[in-house]
């Protein structure tokens, strides 16, 4: 009786996984990198021009000074959160999860991605998820 020959050790057992370690979008990656970056020189942009009293419009109004304040400070809150989002995409590539829908676990559409890089739910379950949000209100 001739046993087929064992499992041979051929050279071109290929590894899945070497070739997808690499992100999938790259280029998102890419974006998401550079809207990082610029989100960080506009918030030192925003904390430099605080310290320079020529910045204020009116620095003899102090009404107007604190509003201005607010204003930057509310600005500020918006670009934490975007950070946060993108470092939370950011992440997600890292872990590959990135692209996965939230809500039905699918796949979100690469054009989707590219348009919103920070989303984390397909348009389907988005807009299931506005409509609730508006049924609510
Ligand atoms: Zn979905």
Do not use: W
Not at 20 to 46: C, F, M, N
Not at 50 to 76: C, H, K, T, W, Y
Not at 106 to 125: Q, S
């Amino acid at each position: 009786m001739k046993t087929p020959p064992a499992k041979k050790q051929t050279a071109s057992t290929t590894n899945p996984e070497t070739s997808s370690t690499i992100t999938k979008y790259p280029d998102i990656r890419h974006d998401l990198e550079r809207q990082r970056a610029s989100l960080l020189s506009e918030a030192g942009e925003v904390l430099t021009h605080r310290e320079n009293p020529e910045a204020l419009p009116d620095v003899s109004d102090q009404a107007s000074a604190e509003v201005d304040q607010g204003f930057s400070m509310r600005i500020r809150d918006r670009e934490r959160k975007l950070l946060k989002k993108i470092d939370e995409a950011l992440e997600r590539m890292n872990t590959e999860t990135y692209g996965i829908c939230e809500g039905c676990g699918g796949e979100i559409p690469y054009k989707r991605l590219k348009a919103r890089p920070v989303t984390t739910f397909c348009i389907e379950c988005k807009t299931a998820q506005e409509e609730k949000e508006q049924a609510r209100s």
